[in-house]
């Protein structure tokens, strides 16, 4: 059946039919409008904004971390921070299988076509459950060795295998809610993920104090117990997601009942996936060497390190949310054969996002110094951290297309491209300029960042010019 995109979208039933193309309960399934039609802004917007606020509180939990884990000392905060880098490579092997969920549930939903929409995310979750668990039981007993790696002081590690280990246990619920909240969002409904976000991260934020320092019953756990807040809260997120789409009351109604794999389905996702998992896995090992190239300047600069990368996620992943808005409005705009819908979605989050990091950057020119005191307030630190956040702040002037094209990228399936992309800045551009640059400069370690900025405008560049290109409209997933 061809479907009528001039017709109401939503009934006064709330049963499906010839002019509802979306089946739902009746029972209030969050914003319900059509993806394809109407006001490319208006649309970001009311796509987006829920995800921006998800994003945010999401990446909040980490930096909520180190600032309460900044009270117990800059070798706490470090080590916090190089736990953080390997549990980013892990996720970003896994994000992969995200990627592809969203991209093909987009495409479905676009198609109108909410049975295979329903069974992608099914087989999504499933498959991201088992993987996740068996890396999560071999990182619990290989965080030591893998910190060791990273050449840190030993106090460095110590802390650091502490908080991993417990973070490891916290990625199985983290992963499989990354899963439920990329169905319901790739489906047209971020309201609902950015409520769960909301009260899961808000118990994270209330307890963590409480763990770490020992406060009225609870015990003193140190940095293992802002990891221990993570796993409690990541895991009450998961099973009121998993409420929701098994409920009827969102558009996706997920049933285990009968469940088979679905080897042909799995494929498409993983077609589509590996090569993102690849581009996230050999960024995290960029990191990796990154860490490996800023240990020698001391425990101050990882620290550093540490805050510039909480803080410059924070901004950025505002950002993201507009990116993975515009991903599914181009995914969903593709399944309906409207690609130039998909180009003007893309153009218009970049333009957004770029406005808002501009704000950002002039905050950090002005106010460095007082964002680094939040996490700790010991002068070399506060100097070091302010310097390495302006350097950062000079990127925020074009990164906002690399970021959002990106996403329109993968989101319609063409994951190949950004991969590529990635490999070449991270291993061609990026680690010999941070190598280089504070050997034949007196930058000293500011190099390091400089060379960071750097490949970003270069691979800004790079992505605009494919998305200009046109060649991601017409892959076929």
């Known amino acids: 059946m061809t479907r009528d995109r001039k017709t109401p979208f939503v009934d006064q039933t709330g049963k499906a039919g010839p002019d509802r193309p979306y089946q739902s309960s009746g029972r209030g399934v969050g914003p319900?409008?059509?993806?394809?039609?109407?006001?490319i802004p208006k649309n970001l917007l009311k796509l987006s904004w829920p995800m921006i606020v998800g994003s945010g509180l999401n990446m909040l939990g980490p930096t909520i971390d180190?600032?309460?884990?900044?009270?117990?000392?800059?070798?706490?905060?470090a080590g916090v921070g190089v736990a953080g880098i390997v549990i980013m490579a892990i996720m970003s092997a896994m994000m992969g299988m995200v990627t592809g969920m969203r991209a093909l549930v987009a495409r479905s939903i676009g198609a109108n076509d909410l049975k295979e929409?329903?069974?992608?995310?099914?087989?999504?979750?499933?498959?991201?459950?088992?993987?996740?668990?068996?890396?999560?039981?071999?990182?619990?007993?290989?965080?030591?060795?893998?910190?060791?790696?990273?050449?840190?002081e030993a106090d460095v590690v110590e802390e650091g295998s502490a908080y991993l280990r417990m973070v490891f246990i916290s990625a199985i619920p983290m992963m499989l809610r990354f899963m439920c909240e990329g169905s319901m969002q790739s489906a047209g409904d971020s309201f609902r993920p950015m409520t769960i976000t909301i009260i899961y991260r808000g118990i994270h934020i209330g307890l963590c104090p409480f763990f770490i320092f020992g406060l009225w019953i609870f015990p003193r756990l140190g940095v293992t117990g802002a990891a221990l807040t993570n796993v409690i809260s990541q895991s009450i997120g998961l099973a009121i997601s998993l409420w929701v789409l098994t409920s009827n009351r969102t558009r996706l109604h997920m049933t285990f009942k009968g469940f088979r794999i679905d080897w042909h389905t799995i494929w498409r996702i993983l077609?589509?996936?590996?090569?993102?998992s690849v581009m996230g896995i050999q960024m995290s090992l960029g990191n990796f060497f990154l860490i490996r190239l800023i240990s020698p300047f001391g425990t101050t600069a990882v620290a550093a390190h540490t805050i510039w990368q909480r803080v410059d996620t924070l901004f950025l992943m505002t950002v993201m949310g507009v990116g993975m808005g515009a991903g599914i409005l181009a995914g969903q705009n593709l399944g309906a054969g409207k690609p130039e819908r998909a180009v003007r979605s893309g153009w218009t989050a970049a333009l957004m996002g770029e406005g808002f990091l501009i704000l950002c950057a002039v905050f950090i020119f002005f106010g460095a110094e007082s964002v680094v005191r939040l996490f700790n307030s010991e002068p070399a630190l506060v100097e070091t951290?302010?310097?390495?956040?302006?350097?950062?702040?000079c990127g925020y002037l074009i990164i906002s297309?690399?970021?959002?094209?990106?996403?329109?990228?993968?989101?319609?399936?063409?994951?190949l491209p950004p991969m590529i992309f990635s490999i070449v800045g991270t291993w061609l551009i990026q680690l010999p300029l941070a190598f280089f640059l504070p050997k034949i400069t007196d930058w000293g370690v500011y190099g390091v960042r400089w060379a960071m900025v750097i490949t970003a405008v270069i691979m800004t560049i790079g992505f605009i010019i494919y998305f200009i290109s046109g060649r991601w409209k017409r892959k076929v997933v």
């Not at 319900?32 to 006001?39: N, R, W």
């Not at 970021?403 to 329109?408: A, D, G, P, R, S």
């Open 385 to 393: 951290g302010a310097t390495f956040l302006r350097i950062a702040a």
């Open 117 to 152: 929409a329903n069974n992608v995310a099914i087989q999504s979750i499933v498959v991201s459950g088992l993987i996740s668990s068996t890396i999560a039981m071999a990182g619990f007993f290989l965080a030591t060795p893998v910190l060791s790696l990273m050449g840190l």
């Open 32 to 39: 319900q409008f059509d993806l394809t039609e109407g006001s």
């Open 271 to 276: 077609r589509i996936g590996i090569p993102s």
């Open 66 to 77: 180190v600032i309460w884990v900044g009270k117990l000392g800059s070798t706490a905060v």
């Open 401 to 415: 297309f690399y970021l959002v094209f990106q996403y329109c990228i993968s989101g319609s399936g063409d994951t």
